[in-house]
């Protein structure tokens, strides 16, 4: 155990903010095109996102001709600690690089890494990821959508829903049923669908937040064809793959997860005591303490995340791994809620960023978005209960 | 950063954990709980394995191990329910004798031939603008007076670092059980010695101080305490959660285990998060007090506010899932139940330790 990073982990940190201070977006284009959907790239982003790749900042774990520089974990995460603190988002499209890329490159044969994994990474596309259905939310395993063989093409049918970023993306990443005989997990694939194939429809859903830029949708698909050649790794493991995809988001997650809290945290510490002095004494105390609470969330995150992230690095899992999720989505989820009630009726105003990620009803009401999907709250709290403590299945 | 713990750490801790298995199983915190047996046999055990020296320097004939392995040893402690002084000695009076300095007592305390414990708040209060005990020094020949409720180890002590204020300010004295009044009030953890000490122009001898040095010494103290009450907490509470898992797992109603219903199994999620979660900033204060990290004090106060959070959530529902049968004396899960419950309240509550938070955030000023 130690509270510092090695010398060289340190000197890895500096390297690293020394390239941000070149090559840091510049803030009013960050003003004046933000981020709007989790597939939609701004000029600014995709320049910033090329630039990681070509200096070997954009996934630094990984070899330099995929973005990288071969760096460990442990570089890796302080890495995410400065893009965090900076408040920088590496990418425009998180899931397109942080999970359907590294499965393409995992799975993909060299056409599809060379059409959609690479230019994926260099932000020349962005791609969504299509689980989830009607009847098929926590249950993947129960998806309808049919992909028929029709000679050298699959024929497919059916609808995708929560679709992030489908709006925007340039292709999907697309679970589909190609074995409706088999057992429900054995008959699923993936295939790489194009948004602009005929038959594909696009119906956005507008969020309780920002309803001006929808992120959500539904997407409908008629008689969509598409070339065998498209589908990823062997046909009918699409469920195996699946886990293998979300492995790779997981160990990123979780600890987004604890940068997130933290630097909602540091945020909320700005502010705090200029509007707590505002308040009487007894009210003082009372909304103080709801902070520390917070507080006390933001450090235990870190030293459960930190700590899980060094057992995943030794030993390739951690029990942490499952608790990060509902427990970073929520504790931040609360926190975002006692920072709009400490800004009172300013709150209440409909925010476009006037007061940062924090402070705003809207930041708490967008905040339902992390404990909601990627596995709700409640999925990941069975999972726990199964997986880990080894309670059986009711 | 690392927050594991290194292997050397683990085989510690499970050597610990080993010997108190054996040494100390249920049946033996059962005799204390009953009345009908003494933790004499098993501090011997303890005494014998060096534990007492785990934390005292090298230099002083101690074992020299950093503050960390005093954590490891203090929730192993805990998820036994050990009884005798143990506790006390290694989390709160060799601390002391650490920053007082003195080489002679830390080798008594170290070989276990003298048992010491810290006399120090007073009203429950782990801070040195609560002491209203007196200091007085006359030709030379300091004496002390006034009373410590509730000292950790005080039953099993023969001598007691006893803080008391001088017109100099705050010093900390050594005084000899036999010289004071030592009454044992009856305890709901009859484990951990609670006693309370009175002294009236008691002959002691003076430790450090009087004056900011040892009120800056008695921060440290109260640091390294809270710390390692935080762990013992938690150990306690593991133990439950594990207990109460096990048993959802074999009882049966309506014709299922328990623990199939999902009632039960979110419960369970969050009782196995409130526990890892307090056990990762525990081990992190532990950590900032080894390294004399700048933040160890706010480190410590939500190492121990976490473990009070913990030990609301697993006490409670660890009793509440047992039902009826552990509700009984005859089961074991009280004794856990009682000792957790014991660490939550000891070495400053959750709301004090949340008071330091949200000074040291700027939330709130000090009050004057």
Not at chain 1, 34 to 39: F, G, H, K, V
Not at chain 1, 228 to 236: E, K, L, P, Y
Not at chain 2, 123 to 131: E, K, L, V, Y
């Given at each position: 155990m130690k509270l510092q990073f090695d010398e060289s982990v340190e000197a890895f940190r500096a390297e690293f903010l020394g390239w941000l201070d070149e090559n840091r977006p510049p803030v009013e284009e960050m003003q004046t095109d933000?981020?709007?959907?989790?597939?939609y790239i701004p000029e600014w982003s995709r320049t910033f996102t090329q630039r990681m790749f070509d200096d070997g900042w954009?996934?630094?774990?990984?070899p330099p001709e995929r973005g990288?520089?071969?760096?460990?974990p442990i570089e890796t995460l302080v890495y995410m600690e400065e893009l965090s603190r900076a408040r920088l988002?590496?990418?425009?499209?998180p899931q397109g690089l942080g999970i359907i890329a590294p499965s393409l490159l995992d799975y993909g044969t060299e056409e599809q890494i060379e059409q959609y994994a690479m230019p994926l990474l260099r932000a020349e596309i962005a791609a969504c990821l299509g689980m989830s259905e009607p009847d098929a939310?926590?249950?993947?395993?129960?998806?309808?959508t049919r992909a028929v063989l029709d000679g050298d093409n699959y024929v497919l049918n059916g609808q995708k829903v929560w679709t992030s970023g489908a709006g925007y993306a340039d292709f999907c990443f697309l679970f589909c049923r190609t074995?409706?005989?088999?057992p429900k997990h054995k008959g699923i694939s993936i295939i790489l669908m194009?948004?602009?194939?005929?038959g594909v429809t696009v119906r956005p859903l507008k969020e309780?937040?920002?309803?001006?830029?929808?992120?959500l949708a539904e997407v409908f698909l008629d008689d969509v064809v598409l070339p065998?050649?498209?589908?990823?790794?062997?046909?009918?493991n699409g469920w195996a793959m699946a886990g293998g995809s979300l492995a790779h988001e997981r160990s990123m997650v979780w600890l987004m997860g604890v940068m997130n809290i933290e630097s909602a945290m540091v945020e909320l510490l700005e502010v705090a005591p200029t509007r707590l002095a505002n308040l009487p004494i007894e009210e003082r105390a009372v909304a103080a303490d709801a902070l520390v609470g917070s507080h006390i969330d933001a450090v235990a995150a870190r030293c459960l995340g930190y700590r899980g992230f060094a057992r995943y690095v030794k030993?390739?899992?951690?029990?942490?791994q499952a608790l990060m999720k509902a427990y970073t989505s929520e504790a931040r989820r609360d926190l975002v809620r006692l920072a709009a009630e400490l800004f009172g009726?300013?709150?209440l105003q409909a925010a476009t960023g006037r007061y940062g990620a924090t402070g705003s009803l809207d930041a708490y009401f967008e905040s339902f978005g992390t404990t909601i999907s990627a596995g709700s709250s409640e999925i990941q709290r069975n999972i726990i209960a199964e997986r880990v403590l080894g309670l059986p299945r009711g | 950063m690392d927050l594991e713990l290194s292997d050397d750490q683990f085989e510690l801790r499970d050597n610990i954990r080993t010997v108190l298995e054996g040494a100390c199983p249920p049946s033996v915190v059962r005799a204390i709980h009953d009345g009908d047996g003494t933790a004499d046999e098993l501090w011997a055990q303890m005494v014998e394995l060096y534990w007492p020296a785990l934390g005292v320097p090298e230099a002083a004939g101690?074992?020299?191990?950093?503050f960390v392995e005093v954590g490891l040893l203090a929730e192993e402690l805990g998820r036994a329910a050990a009884p005798g002084p143990l506790l006390a000695v290694v989390s709160q009076y060799v601390p002391m004798l650490v920053e007082v300095g003195d080489a002679e007592l830390l080798a008594t305390a170290a070989s276990g031939e003298r048992v010491g414990a810290l006399a120090f708040a007073e009203?429950?209060?782990?801070?040195?603008?609560?002491?209203g005990s007196s200091a007085s020094n006359a030709d030379g020949e300091w004496r002390v007076s006034g009373t410590k409720a509730m000292v950790l180890g005080g039953e099993y002590a023969d001598v007691f670092a006893f803080v008391a204020r001088a017109d100099a300010g705050i010093g900390v004295f050594l005084v000899d059980a036999a010289d004071a009044a030592v009454?044992?009030?009856?305890?709901?953890?009859?484990?951990?010695?609670l006693a309370d000490v009175a002294c009236a122009d008691t002959p002691a001898r003076l430790l450090?101080?009087?004056?900011p040095a040892a009120e800056a010494a008695l921060d440290l103290v109260a640091q390294a305490a809270a710390a390692a009450m935080a762990l013992h907490t938690v150990g306690a509470c593991r133990r439950i959660f594990e207990v109460t898992l096990e048993y959802a797992k074999v009882r049966e109603q309506y014709d299922r285990v328990?623990?199939?219903?999902q009632a039960l199994k979110h419960r369970f999620a969050d009782m196995f998060l409130a526990v890892e979660r307090a056990n990762a900033v525990g081990y992190y204060a532990a950590l900032a007090i080894a390294e004399e990290d700048v933040d160890r004090s706010s480190a410590v106060s939500t190492a121990k506010a976490a473990a009070g959070e913990c030990q609301r959530l697993i006490a409670e529902d660890g009793l509440q899932l047992h039902g009826g049968i552990g509700y009984?004396?005859?089961?074991?899960l009280h004794f856990l139940l009682k000792r957790a419950k014991a660490g939550d309240i000891l070495c400053g509550s959750t709301a004090f330790h949340r008071a330091q938070l949200a000074r040291h955030l700027g939330l709130i000023e000090a009050s004057s």
């Open positions: 933000p981020l709007r959907s989790s597939a954009l996934v630094p774990g990984w990288g520089r071969n760096a460990g988002p590496r990418t425009a499209n939310g926590s249950d993947l395993a129960n998806l309808k074995n409706p005989d088999a194009p948004m602009d194939t005929p309780i937040v920002a309803p001006e830029f929808p992120d065998a050649s498209n589908i990823v790794g062997d046909v009918n030993s390739g899992s951690a029990p942490e009726p300013d709150a | 101690g074992l020299g191990f950093g009203q429950g209060r782990w801070t040195t603008d609560a002491i009454t044992v009030p009856g305890s709901i953890d009859p484990g951990i010695g450090i101080g009087p004056g328990i623990g199939s219903f009984t004396w005859e089961n074991d």
